[in-house]
């Protein structure tokens, strides 16, 4: 299960691309930059950046998700910011459910590695 670790890395950084690609959002559209949801979105987007660092600690998934979650709550501040959150929560439900029928596949060897 290693190998998910890359790929959850890679994502939390497409994130973090995509969430500073709303900037301009937020700088046409929102208050600007220099207000609370200009800092808003740069904190989320360090956050992600930093999750990138704890993936292979035993919570790192947990914080992962719980970013999404908060991603998803800004909807209030930022509309912009909540489709990102529900399209990215939606992509890291995928990745888990993934993670999740390959672990079942090894306990029950039947990836195609473990065929004799």
Do not use: H, Y
């Amino acid at each position: 299960m290693r190998s998910f670790t890359g790929v959850a890395a890679g994502t939390l950084l497409l994130e973090v691309i995509v969430v500073l690609l709303s900037m301009p959002v937020v700088a046409n559209l929102g208050s600007g930059l220099a207000t609370w949801q200009g800092v808003l979105v740069g904190t989320l987007a360090l956050a992600l950046l930093l999750t990138c660092a704890v993936l292979r600690k035993p919570w790192g998934l947990g914080l992962a998700a719980g970013l999404q979650v908060v991603m998803i709550a800004c909807w209030v501040a930022l509309p912009a910011l909540g489709v990102l959150g529900l399209v990215f929560g939606l992509v890291w439900a995928i990745l888990l459910w993934m993670r999740w029928d390959v672990a079942r596949r090894m306990a029950e060897g039947r990836l195609p590695d473990q065929q004799g």
